[in-house]
């Protein structure tokens, strides 16, 4: 007979905005393959709706612990209202997906036992004392690492998913700063103006022109 002992049950993580299918689906794969899980597809699909995509994808990630102690994750990842879209990213045009994500992480235990226990009384008894001494002598020593796996894939991957709150941010950046310019030609090209320095050269200039006017008065006069 099986065992199953669930270790983390429901925890959600939601997002919405910008995101890359494809880099999700490698850093899903990264993770598991880093923790020693050997990963599992168990349903994948996708249709077209009013919106955008509907995508859900379906993982279990187990791992072997010990010959008759396994480990199993459920990581539910449910995208809706995707669609494609292009960003000006330093420069470059660069192709995201952007919509909405909702992914469920779970996390058991599945035990197996040579003998049927439930058929006989002593069994009964004798699996009481593995449940509360040898139990977590040899397999309770793996919970805490089960429960850790799921939380470092679920931290990871929303760390990487808010990243791309900040996708495009460096493109649009450059868009403002032209248009500053345009709509400032001062200060382009780094250039400045002193409207002081402007009047200085005018008088200047008008002082030049009333010195040459009294020498030639004086020359007429000479005459």
Do not use: C
């Amino acid at each position: 007979m099986t065992e199953k002992k669930i270790l983390v049950d429901d925890l959600r993580m939601q997002y919405t905005g910008l995101f890359d299918i494809t880099e999700l689906y490698r850093l899903f794969d990264e993770l598991i393959h880093e923790r020693g899980y050997v990963k599992l597809e168990k349903k994948s699909d996708q249709y077209m709706a009013k919106h955008g995509r509907q995508i859900y994808l379906e993982i279990r990630p187990v791992k072997e612990f010990e010959q008759d102690f396994l480990s199993t994750m459920k990581i539910r990842v449910k995208m809706s209202d995707v669609k494609d879209v292009v960003m000006d990213h330093n420069g470059a045009k660069k192709q995201y997906n952007q919509g909405s994500i909702l992914i469920i992480f779970d996390g058991w235990t599945t035990t197996f036992y040579e003998f049927a226990w439930e058929t006989k009384p002593v069994f009964v008894f004798l699996r009481m004392l593995v449940d509360k001494y040898i139990y977590k002598v040899s397999f309770g020593k793996y919970e805490g690492e089960i429960i850790n796996d799921v939380h470092y894939i679920y931290d990871r991957v929303k760390a990487h998913l808010n990243l791309y709150r900040y996708a495009g941010d460096t493109g649009q950046s450059s868009k403002t700063d032209a248009s500053n310019h345009a709509n400032n030609p001062v200060n382009a090209g780094n250039s400045s103006v002193n409207p002081n320095a402007e009047k200085e050269e005018v008088q200047d200039l008008q002082d030049n022109k009333d010195q040459e006017n009294q020498e030639d008065n004086k020359h007429v006069a000479a005459a």
